[in-house]
T-cell receptor
């Protein structure tokens, strides 16, 4: 079955540590996105990529980094520069804007310990 | 910045009743979409309505769009306990390369 897989489901980070969240899709979608969701709030865009080897900053890119070396993969690194990383992180992909909606993964809950 | 804003923030109804959620936005859009999120899960796409469409149906869902008022509504008819979730509108604006989501309406359907 086609879909988006995010891993891990839960992640704990120590202060000053970098962590990487995985996002893999087998939908052959060109565009991929990372959103952050805080309790009771909507989604805020961190980074997005419309094609391989290209990505753009979203509204809250500071303290995060991404890569898009393969069409299927769009990993997100939460660096030590991100001062408040505890949140729910959602990855999404899309094939054709304006025609279809986004397909979302099931999310990664990151907690700083 | 977030584009759509849902109203109300929370809605509680009895099973069998209809639920109406509203979304307002600020700029011109290509389309508007509604998503559902169960607690602790990813979002699921429900319906997309283009800027030149006024109403769209999908099963028990009815979406309207009024571009002159920059608003949309999602109606869920004959609600079920399984409809309990958060519902988000997302706008595909003409001058953006991505979609913007509102804060959502948290719907509780009591059995």
């Amino acid at each position: 079955d086609g879909g988006i897989t995010q891993s891990p489901k839960y992640l704990f980070r120590k202060e000053g540590q970098n962590v990487t969240l995985s996002c893999e899709q087998n939908l052959n979608h060109d565009a991929m996105y990372w959103y952050r969701q805080d309790p009771g709030q909507g989604l805020r865009l961190i980074y997005y990529s419309q094609i391989v080897n290209d990505f753009q900053k979203g509204d809250i890119a500071e303290g995060y980094s991404v890569s898009r070396e393969k069409k299927e993969s769009f990993p997100l690194t939460v660096t030590s520069a991100q001062k408040n990383p505890t949140a729910f992180y959602l990855c999404a992909s899309s094939i054709e804007r304006g025609t279809y909606g986004y397909t979302f993964g099931s999310g990664t809950r990151l907690t700083v310990v | 910045s977030q584009q759509g804003e849902e109203d109300p923030q929370a809605l509680s109804i009895q099973e069998g009743e209809n639920a109406t959620m509203n979304c307002s936005y600020k700029t011109s859009i290509n389309n508007l979409q509604w998503y559902r999120q169960n607690s602790g899960r990813g979002l699921v796409h429900l319906i997309l309505i283009r800027s030149n469409e006024r109403e769209k149906h999908s099963g028990r869902l009815r979406v309207t769009l009024d571009t002159s008022k920059k608003s949309s509504s999602l109606l869920i008819t004959a609600s079920r306990a399984a409809d309990t979730a958060s519902y988000f509108c997302a706008t595909d604006a003409r001058n953006n390369n991505d979609m913007r989501f509102g804060a959502g309406t948290r719907l509780t359907v009591k059995p």
